[in-house]
């Protein structure tokens, strides 16, 4: 398993400000009636790319969302380095999260990065430098003035990695980043993803593509009706699932 440690994202920060690991505690997300997420213990930690894995429905973007703090639990908790968010004080300037669709302003590629960092309070010149790295990073160097609504959608999800690699997360949530992209954009997006992580943040993401998860995963969570059922070594996983549902839904069978 690859270890990469958590290492400082910005001058000035040291190991002791990691907020990893992160742990899930009895957590449960009551909606609609129903219990998506029940009663879920999980531990994220520095160092290895995490899949969530599982069947429609199982509560994997649910669990990143509570994860980003995008929704609260109905019970049970989060911690970040044994502390709840709120009470440490941690916004989500340490983290961030990338959608399958991603969500972009109505202005140029260059602007679109420039406001996320400003909101971060990055100003001046290390906002350009971050600005123009992040872009080059990403190969979006010669779209910079393009207006980002107009770029294609693999074009728009790298502009999205651009905007998380600009920000200098210590953890990157991703939910089915590259779902709706070609082989080529989804190659990508995976060397994006490789690149920040030698740099040292945490990836934990979602994804439906198997080629994928084993690509990418040092580890995997097998998630089912909002549980975890196997948390195991990504090649342990994929060679010797230990739990009937994951052997089911590696070959392609329904997991009820
Ligand atoms: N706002 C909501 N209201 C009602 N049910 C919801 C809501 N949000 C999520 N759910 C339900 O929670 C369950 C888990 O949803 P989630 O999106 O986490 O699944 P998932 O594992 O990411 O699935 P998929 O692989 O299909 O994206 C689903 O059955 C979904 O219908």
Known sequence: MRQVASVPRTAGETYRDSILPCRFEGVVYEVGGKRPIDGLDLTLEAGPVTLLIGPNGAGKSLTLRLAHGLIAPTAGQI???????????????RQSMVFQKPVLLRRSVAANLDY?????????????????????????TAYARQQARTLSGGEQQRLAMARAWALKPQVLFLDEPTASLDPAATAAIEEIVRAMHAEG????????DLGQARRLADEVIFLNRGRVVEHTPASDFFEQPNSRAARDFLAGKLVW
């Open 116 to 140: 996320a960092l400003s909101v971060h309070r990055v100003q001046g010149e290390e906002r350009r430098q971050r600005r123009e790295e992040a872009l080059a990073r990403t190969g979006l």
């Open 201 to 208: 943040c945490k990836i934990v993401m979602t994804s439906h």
């Open 79 to 93: 911690l970040w380095q044994n502390r709840k968010l709120e009470r440490a004080g941690r916004g989500p300037r």
